[in-house]
């Protein structure tokens, strides 16, 4: 599918008090594993982290540490339930309004938040990336552009056994069982029947296309603002 970025741009330049641009809202989403991460972080190393909010869905897990270590392990944690969307979407509209926000910073061996945030200052472009993006309505409204990665499964397994081993100190066994239970299910339930709402949908392979196309709106929406 084929943006128009012009049309997006004229549609965004006024914010709140009239006279002033609002921050351009680009949403990635997609199956765990399918690459939003390194999709999402090209675009800010290729853009600059000067011009570009970038947050992930993730940092808002629903705190767990009134639960034992075992409970935990038992949350299906990609239900829209765990995420803290409300959180998400607050932070979301401070950022429009041109406020700072106090992003959670989460612990994945734990399951639990800790008591570290971390300050995010508003930037003209504000990326998120998250499996639910488009799932839940008040959410996605949220986004000016909606990009989906559409990646096989069999290659999202791979990469997310590899994440959860080496970044999360998971054991393989548990991966395999918690992708079995939940990540699987839940992928069919609610990720990817949310890619209907997507703007831009990007084949697996198509990973370097993408990343030029989202740079190429942001620093064109940057260029409209100067």
């Known amino acids: 599918m084929t943006l128009d970025i012009s ?3 004229a549609e965004h330049q ?4 009239e006279g002033e641009w609002r921050p351009l809202f680009i949403g990635i989403a997609g199956g765990s594993g399918s690459g939003k991460t390194t999709i ?22 629903r705190d767990q540490a009134h639960l034992s270590l075992d409970e935990r ?11 803290e969307l409300e959180l998400l979407v607050e932070h979301l509209d ?3 309004r041109g406020e700072p926000i106090d992003r959670p910073v989460y612990d994945f061996e ?6 570290e945030t971390y300050t995010l200052t508003p930037e003209p472009a504000v990326i998120v990336e998250g499996i639910l993006l488009f799932a839940d309505l008040e959410l996605r409204d949220r986004f000016d552009v909606r990009v989906f990665i559409d990646t096989e499964a069999d290659l999202r397994l791979m990469r997310r056994i590899q994440r959860d081993i080496l970044e999360r100190g998971r054991s393989i066994e548990s991966v395999l069982d918690q992708y079995q239970r939940t990540v699987r299910p839940m992928h069919y339930q609610f990720v990817e029947p949310s890619k209907r709402y997507a703007d831009l949908i990007i084949p697996e392979g198509a990973n370097t296309g993408a990343i030029g196309t989202v ?11 100067r």
């Open 40 to 61: 999402a972080r090209s675009v800010v190393d290729l853009v600059g982290r000067d011009e570009v909010v970038y947050l992930q869905q993730d940092a808002y897990y």
């Open 14 to 17: 006024f914010g709140p008090v």
């Open 7 to 9: 049309q997006i741009v």
């Open 94 to 96: 401070t950022l429009r």
């Open 215 to 225: 740079s190429s709106m942001i620093r064109h929406f940057l260029a409209q603002r």
């Open 73 to 83: 392990a038992r949350i299906n944690y990609d239900h829209p339930d765990s995420i």
């Open 110 to 115: 734990t399951h639990t938040r800790t008591d």
